[in-house]
């Protein structure tokens, strides 16, 4: 495993204005990992799961599984884990902060041992992220919750079945709901639910470990089992990636091969990659191309939503590209409610972006310069590294820890398809 704190200070050097070309593997999803290594905790059989990516975030969850007593291994993508000694309950407060996703822990750590205490997540940089639809529902379920010193403290004698319809989409809310209820004999029933593949993929593996699940629309109906076996699963291909490199793909003129995709989860995307004027073909299942025709990028509209809508978390990667389209581009965020700090990081590469409300307007400029620029979360960081791709001369982009949270190798992968980028600490800056 890395050194989180060496990895903090890196920074990347792009020399601007190559053509990527040739194939690229796609990693397994961050956002389906995290949510089925913390699924291991509602049983006492050991579990296997492939194709987990290298990230900071998978280090981070590996080590709150090893605070709570659980074993855990992490070997070229599989992760084992035996969680038959659990004996802690408590997420702490420096993990939590690292990684919101921490709060996935109190749904399987409730429906197995009744208790959970879990650092309040508070704020982070794209928004308030409340978590009261995941309190509802444990609420709903016969749980005592109390917050005491920055910790929720959550307590369940039997948990009861819950009917609840949820007043906003919410993935890990969704998530959680399910591990709560997956140990509850009682029929329950979840409306209104977020339907992602990442939710999708959770719910095969809460399945392959004895729960019943239907799932209909955006209801959800659980059958609970008291004894639930250990699982074998592989993570799907990470569509946020693959999106990402669709958009590398398109934006810099070149032609690669996305290998490892679900064609299937990147509707949204491709529609409005094809949109902007780029050529997608699909050449399978699991396998893409994505090219320029050579006549520039069309202005286009996006407005962000849940699945199958367009992900908030392509929105800073499209924006790049927007920079330099033929025109005005449109891009409404409806998800988070601070999720434009790009914006300031491409204006300062010369961008010209204004900024209403949950809207962005976007003019196309001819060209945009290398600068030196900050990562200030995960996807505005993706959006800088695409920005430096075409930008004339050299950017810097600072702080890439958030970039080595959500994405495997990003560097390396983009100069296996022809990048001048290079990752060098931070005191090498001159
Ligand atoms: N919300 C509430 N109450 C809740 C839960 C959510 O008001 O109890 C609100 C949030 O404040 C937000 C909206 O509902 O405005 C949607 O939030 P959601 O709960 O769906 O987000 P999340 O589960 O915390 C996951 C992903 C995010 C992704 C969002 C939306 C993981 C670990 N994280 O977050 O991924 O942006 O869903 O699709 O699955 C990323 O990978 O860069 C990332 C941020």
Known sequence: MRNTTLY??????????????????????????????????????????????HLLDVESTIELLQVL????????????????????????????????????AMGPLLARFGRAVVAMPGGCSIGVRAIDQHIKVFEKGGTFVRVEHGYIH??????????????????????????FLSRCEKRSILRNIAVEPEVIDLVEVLKSMGVSIEIEGRTAIIKGNAELKGFDHKVIPDRIEAGTFLVAGFMTGGDIELENVRVEHLGSVIEKIREAGACVEILAPD??????????????????????????????????????????????????????????????????IHVKGRTAFIRGVKKLTGAEVFSTDLRASASLVLAGLVAEGRTIVREIYHLDRGYEKLDEKLKGLGALIQRRPTFDIT
């Open 8 to 53: 903090t200070s890196e920074c990347l050097f792009i020399e601007g204005g190559q053509r990527l070309k040739g194939s690229v593997r796609i990693s397994g999803s961050k956002n389906a990992s995290l949510p089925v290594m913390m699924s291991s905790l509602l049983t006492d059989q050991v579990c296997e799961i492939h194709e987990v990516p």
């Open 69 to 104: 007593g659980v074993d855990v291994s992490y070997d070229g993508g599989c992760v084992r884990i035996d969680p038959s000694k659990v004996n802690s309950f408590v997420a702490p407060d420096n993990i939590v902060r690292r990684m919101r996703a921490s709060v996935l």
């Open 287 to 352: 396998k893409l191309r994505v090219r320029s025709e050579g006549d520039g990028i069309r202005p286009i509209s996006i407005s962000t939503s849940e699945y199958p809508g367009f992900p908030t978390d392509m929105q800073a990667q499209f924006m790049s590209m927007c920079c330099i389209a033929r025109g005005s581009s449109e891009i409404t965020e409806n998800i988070f409610e601070n999720r434009f700090q790009h914006v300031a990081e491409l204006q300062r590469m010369g961008a010209d």
């Open 154 to 179: 959550l307590e369940v004698e039997r948990i009861k079945p819950v009917e609840y319809t949820f007043e906003v989409v919410t993935v890990t809310g969704t998530e959680n709901a399910l591990m």
